[in-house]
DNA sequence: TGTACATCAGTGAACGCGCGTTCACTGATGTAC
DNA sequence: TGTACATCAGTGAACGCGCGTTCACTGATGTAC
């Protein structure tokens, strides 16, 4: 082969780690084939050589990007203490650091809406990898049964997406700080609360 | 003139009716400008007589879809007392009737995260129906200040929003049933909730 | 009221362009001897 | 160890196609007389 045995494998992974960042930032048919592979150094002609076709690309780079934002997240959640992880995390993932840099960022609020218009094969990789988050929140929820854990994991989840969402809707103007801090507060509160379930103090709820 | 003196302008509007619903089905970039004229039973030609651009259509229809929801959750709204309001919009906005059926719902899951990638002229038009529908939402929060019920409908929004959006990822499966109950509890006890103002009984929080 | 003309919403062919994809080719490297 | 050959990642021209937009034209109707 011209090239030694790995190198292949590291442009295919250069090719997607590039994509996953300009399809987040741009959408998921804002880019095209040719300037994604100029992003990794490539003519486009090379493209057929690594992926099927662009919607493959599509596929794999959401999924490493999903990957990569649940991997970070772990990063900052797993360094506090347990009952603070899912604060921590609302914390992480609401911040203006990440409704500016939608490239590095969540897929959800991204890319949510164009893939779940895709091909029943597109979206059901990204409900997979849905699923596989909502997973990864649940642990973060505390003092809760699993099934009650996961349920509010899914809340979370939704309040964080949709707040993103809004505020960047609403650019980086007033608005969108107004949003961030809404959202932020509402997801907090929410997680302090204990919904019908264990815990001992002050329960007591409808 | 060739036709009737309102007949231009009900041909317009109906082009931009048709194009608000296929929009939000396929995307803001999902259907062509021949195609939306088809829709309206005209040919692709005539566009031109109508708008300046594909682009000023999708600011029009898309204002037109958000100003008909609002409109519609109004009517449902304001049949069932003050204080149910707010609970009879989540309602009507996280049920699988509105999950199933993009095209006659709210805009924010189905175009919002590709319109806030758009210029900053469709980007601004699009924010400012937000704020008229988080205005709107702030209405029907009941007992509580403006400023409070202000922020409490950000919160509701982007609740149901991100719920939306995420119930659409993951279709119409067992997990998207999941998502729309557990976002809806969420939203819904949020709603019950009375964050740090006024109403008597057992306030008391942090 | 009737007739000639002007208007302009709508038609359909054509445009330029960018896209995803294909393909003949290249040339550096791995492999066979 | 050295040499001839095979491989195949990557190149760049070319393809067909669909898109947004333009334009010369049509013909039903409003208007002027």
Request: proline fraction near 4%; charged fraction near 30%; charge should be positive.
């Amino acid at each position: 082969m011209r090239y030694s045995r790995e190198h292949k494998q590291e442009t295919h992974d250069r090719i997607v780690r590039k994509a996953s960042v300009r399809l987040r930032e741009k959408g998921a048919h804002g880019i095209g084939v040719a300037d994604l592979m100029k992003e990794a150094g490539l003519t486009h002609g090379g493209f057929y050589a690594h992926f099927d076709s662009r919607e493959a690309l599509v596929i794999e780079a959401f999924g490493y990007a999903m990957d990569r934002a649940m991997e970070n997240w772990r990063k900052q959640s797993d360094q506090v203490a347990p009952e603070k992880q899912l604060t921590q995390m609302v914390e992480t993932y609401l911040s203006a650091l990440h409704r500016d840099n939608p490239g590095h960022g969540c897929s959800i609020p991204a890319l949510g809406a164009e893939i779940a218009r895709e091909s029943p094969k597109t979206r059901k990789a990204f409900a997979g990898k849905l699923d596989e988050m909502i997973e990864m929140i649940t642990d973060y929820v505390p003092n809760l049964p699993r099934k009650a854990a996961r349920k509010q994991a899914i809340a979370t989840l939704a309040t964080m997406a949709g707040t993103m969402l809004l505020a960047r809707i609403a650019g980086s103007s007033e608005l969108s700080d107004e949003v961030l801090k809404a959202g932020k507060d509402s997801a907090l509160e929410a997680a302090k609360r204990e919904p019908k379930a264990t815990v001992p103090k002050k329960a007591k709820q409808n």
